[in-house]
């Protein structure tokens, strides 16, 4: 029977089972209303009241009658109540019109609480899902371009994550999260991820060794109580012919009716480099299970990667200027790439003590394995005569495992109320590169006029270089307490104890050229005024810490130890917050961050050549960030960055600017969605982001000039034999501008990529 069917035989019946009748259609309406496709809203309490007959005078001859109609008794059964896979369809409903808002919802594993981004004192900004669904971003850094004071760092070849934020971060150095656990896989944004954020400025206090810039946390996608998924399939090209194509399979739901659920996200995906040798091939599977208890929340979730990429450096700069040469030429060969594969496991557990306490456990564990052939510029004459060196790396293995509980709570001292997270983590991380390849390249090659494949990857091993070894662990306690003097002030105070040890070094036989040990405590401040529900204003005092380390020899021997005072970083922010009517949400803050005892090298009287800590940089900025809906038809996710990050005190750079740095970077994205316009669900998009001027290496030689890159997007939302059908399609640099985002060296200058069509479709079902 369909649903208007329903509708007319409810409105036929009169009386008592007229009523009940017609209560019971509702319902049903309600529940097929909360199906995955067309779920709109939580589903209501339903309550029949069932008014009670009005008595009438007795008579002799109605008393058999009532005595008849009394025998069979039949009462009307009460409409069924919604399941809970129903009810949880509902409310994904509910989160997915949000979502389509670009509602910003930060996670809890960010900030280890569940608090209101507005009863907080540090900034956390949000990419959310839709905006990656919209945008398509290629990886982390592209997908961060939507943040305010985000630039990108040395990739690495263009194979690591790497993000500056507010002038730190590098790749590598122990910033990129997932749903707050730490990750040393080389790319963290893939198909099981559901949205990233920022937690700005120094994160010590909950994440321990850090760059005062912050941490980016990659959000991943859950088990859901009802059944549904997706299979999307994507096509792309570049200019001349260089194509690919991906799949992504998602499919979630129930195990039974007890509160397990599953989900399995399946992705894979081959694709010709945008330059002109090169291709991209990588296959992920990601299964997880949780189970939703009444006061318990177990999450299990693993996934697996294998990836071939290519190991392009980019081009280089002559004279302060780029190559005269096709942004599509590579200077090295088709040999240069770097193939691996990598594993994550992660399980969490949240146990709900009462209604004010909750426990909190987590463990992560995280690996990868990975080659590569590394060809090297050395040097570049006027002729455009490349020096050339065929390295490579073999046997590279990164790791870390890393477990953390805390408890967190409410409770009334002195008549004041206390938040308080408490807890303790360990840490245990490892990067070790095996096989380093040092091989001479006789060939002549000539960037203006290239012959490729006159040779072959290298094979010579360098004792000296290899077996280069990173070992870091730290262990640590921490409490934060938020002391409620009123409704609308709040102070915050924190401090975590951490001891922790590092070992690096390299060579066979192997040379510890770090070896420290140490503890410290490191304290959190700071303050909250919430002039309403959508208004507070906010201030903090964090910390930072990360000891001073290296892998390669220092002049004369010098080990780093306990004796080299550790990089430290100090940070004053201030700002406010808004959250309008649960639409639009955003920060607005201005920061300052000190770091000090930076490594720096210098020759003595006696023309030997000494290590200190004396070096000292500085950031300070202002910030934007805005998302959210911002008419009837329109959403937005915007920023602003001015970051002016220079070193302070070093006997060679001070006043320099710090290398990658942007002192201005923007962005703005705009979503028109015509609603009931058309039979379908058309939403048409597009936006630019800028990135200022930024210095490409440490000595301020030469400057990567300022860019802007746009993008547009449509998709259309239609139906198909009874299924919703997304079409999208999506060009990345629309104009196809030239633009360097970031640089190592002269030599080592990355090119951002061209531009890309993709058309995709996905089925729901």
């Known amino acids: ?141 592209d997908a961060l371009a939507n943040i305010s004071g985000v630039t990108q760092a040395n990739t690495l070849a263009g194979t690591q994550d790497a993000v500056m934020r507010r002038g730190f971060g590098d790749n590598r150095d122990g910033s990129i999260m997932r749903n707050g656990l730490p990750l040393v896989q080389s790319r963290s944004l893939n198909a099981a991820v559901d949205s990233v954020e920022v937690l700005k400025g120094p994160a010590s206090l909950l994440y321990g060794i850090m760059d005062p810039g912050g941490i980016v946390n990659t959000i991943g996608k859950r088990p859901e109580l009802y059944q549904h998924g997706s299979v999307t399939l994507l096509g792309s090209a570049y200019a001349n012919g260089r194509t690919g194509a991906d799949g992504t399979l998602d499919v979630t739901g129930p195990i039974g009716d007890g509160g397990l659920a599953y ?64 942004a599509t030429r590579r200077l090295d060969e088709p040999f240069n790439n770097t193939w691996g ?22 463990y992560s564990y995280n690996t990868e394995s990975s080659s590569a052939n590394q060809l090297r510029i050395t040097a570049i004459d006027a002729k455009g005569q490349e020096t050339r060196s065929n390295d490579g790396t073999w046997g590279s293995l990164s790791r870390v495992s890393y477990g953390t509980s805390y408890i967190q709570g409410a409770f009334w001292l002195g008549g004041l109320r206390n938040e308080v997270l408490f807890g303790g983590d360990a840490q245990y991380r490892t990067i070790y590169r095996q096989d380093l390849i040092r091989d001479k390249v006789t060939s002549v090659f000539n960037v203006y006029n290239p012959v490729y494949r006159l040779i072959q990857p290298g094979t010579l091993v360098s004792a000296s270089d290899s077996d280069q ?77 990360k000891p001073n380390s290296t892998i390669a020899p220092l002049t004369g021997g010098v080990v780093l130890g306990s004796n080299i005072a550790p990089e430290q ?19 607005v803050a201005v920061y300052d961050i000190d770091k000090q005892n930076v490594l720096v090298s210098q020759t003595n009287a006696s023309s030997v050549v000494e290590y200190t800590t004396a070096g000292k940089v500085r950031s300070r900025g202002a910030e934007v960030d805005v998302t959210g809906k911002i008419a009837e038809h329109w959403t937005m996710i915007g920023s602003y960055g001015y970051t002016d990050a220079r070193v302070t005190d070093d006997p060679v750079y001070r006043g320099n600017r710090l290398q990658n740095v942007a002192l201005n970077t923007a962005s703005l994205y705009l979503v028109y969605e015509f609603g009931t ?12 982001r800028y990135v200022g001027d930024r210095a490409g290496d440490a000595a301020n030689s030469f400057v990567l000039p300022s860019y802007v890159v746009a993008d547009v997007f449509a998709s259309y939302e239609t139906r198909h034999h009874d299924l919703p059908v997304i079409y999208q399609l999506n060009v990345k640099n629309l104009f196809d501008n030239v633009y360097y985002p970031s640089a190592n060296s002269a030599l080592t200058v990355a090119v951002g990529d061209a531009r890309r069509v993709s058309l995709s479709a996905t089925v729901k079902f």
């Open 569 to 587: 970083g100090t940070a004053w922010e201030t700002g406010f917050k808004f959250d309008l009517d649960k639409r639009l949400s955003g920060t």
């Open 469 to 545: 070894t990173d070992k870091l662990g730290q262990y640590s306690l921490f409490v934060q307490d938020t002391l409620h003097l009123t409704d609308k002030l709040s102070f915050v105070g924190g401090v975590r104890y951490m001891d922790y040890e590092q070992i690096a070094g390299r060579g066979r036989p192997f040379k510890a050229n770090t070896d420290v040990a140490a503890d410290t405590v490191l304290p959190l401040g700071g303050a909250i005024l919430k002039l309403n529900d959508q208004l507070s204003l906010y201030a903090s005092y964090t910390q930072s810490l």
């Open 263 to 326: 989900r399995f996200i399946g992705y894979g995906v081959s694709e010709d480099y945008w330059r002109n040798f090169g291709r991209h091939r990588e296959m992920l599977v990601a299964p997880s299970l949780a189970w939703y208890g009444e006061t318990t929340t177990v999450q299990l979730n693993y996934e697996h990667r294998e990836f071939i990429t290519p190991f392009d450096r980019g081009t280089a700069f002559v004279n302060g200027a780029p190559l005269a040469i096709p």
């Open 677 to 688: 316009a058309l039979p379908g669900q058309l939403r048409l998009g597009g936006g630019a």
């Open 341 to 362: 594969q990598s594993d994550l496991v992660q399980a969490s557990v949240e146990q709900k003590l009462n209604d004010d306490w909750k426990l909190t456990a987590a």
């Open 1 to 141: 029977m369909t649903k208007c069917e329903v509708r007319r035989d409810a409105r036929a019946r009169t009386g008592m089972r007229g009523a009940i009748a017609l209560v019971s259609a509702l319902t049903a309406d309600i529940l097929w209303s909360a199906s995955p496709v067309f779920a709109q809203a939580t589903l209501p309490p339903v309550t029949v009241d069932v008014p009670a007959p009005k008595r009438k005078p007795a008579s002799a001859a109605s008393a058999p009658q009532r005595q008849a109609r009394a025998l069979p008794s039949r009462r009307a059964m009460p409409p069924p109540m919604p399941t809970r896979a129903e009810r949880a369809a509902a409310e994904a409903a509910v989160l997915d019109a949000a979502k389509l808002n670009y509602r910003a919802m930060p996670s809890a594993t960010t900030l280890r609480s569940g608090a209101s981004p507005l009863d907080t004192a540090q900034s956390v900004n949000v990419v959310p899902e839709q905006v990656i669904r919209d945008q398509l971003p290629r990886n982390i850094d």
